[in-house]
């Protein structure tokens, strides 16, 4: 069975014609929004590459190797840096980050006091995945070192 076509009477197109036709361009923002409050909820979402980026495979293949103790990526920076930066140092009630299914990186903190300092530890959580102490981190946990 063949899909139905929808046609538009000449009065129709010409209202239909006279919108502007976007196209959704995804677009990143930086804002912060200064509260007079003492502890404020920080997050911060990054796009990762989707499946059929070339990136991609690499970043499986990271998580293959190093993620054999935790379930993700996202668990090993929440525990190992997050956890130390944003609530021992910084006195946050909470924070870590995840992987949503839409392909978004996540990092978050809540009732946290130090709300800079806060994305300085989310930028170190990136530092430490990528510059090889995950690595080190990982092999410690299977004692091969």
């Known amino acids: 069975m063949e899909p139905s076509k929808i046609v538009l009477t000449p009065e129709e197109r010409m209202e239909y014609d006279q919108y502007p036709k976007e196209i959704f361009t995804p677009t990143l923002y930086k804002t912060y929004f200064a509260l007079p409050m003492q502890v404020n909820y920080v997050v911060e979402s990054v796009p990762i590459p989707h499946f059929t980026h070339p990136d991609t495979p690499k970043l499986h293949i ?3 190797l190093y ?5 993700s990526i996202a668990e090993l920076i929440s525990s190992n840096v997050l956890l130390k930066e944003i609530r021992e140092k910084g006195g946050a009630y909470g924070g870590g980050s995840r992987i949503s299914a839409d392909g978004v990186f996540h990092f978050y903190s809540y009732r946290d006091p130090h709300t800079l300092a806060t994305y ?7 530092q430490w995945a990528t510059n090889g102490e995950m ?9 091969i070192l």
């Open 67 to 71: 993620c054999r103790i935790s379930n």
């Open 120 to 126: 300085q530890a989310f930028e170190k959580g990136i």
């Open 62 to 64: 990271l998580c293959t």
């Open 135 to 143: 690595r080190y981190h990982y092999f410690l946990q299977l004692e």
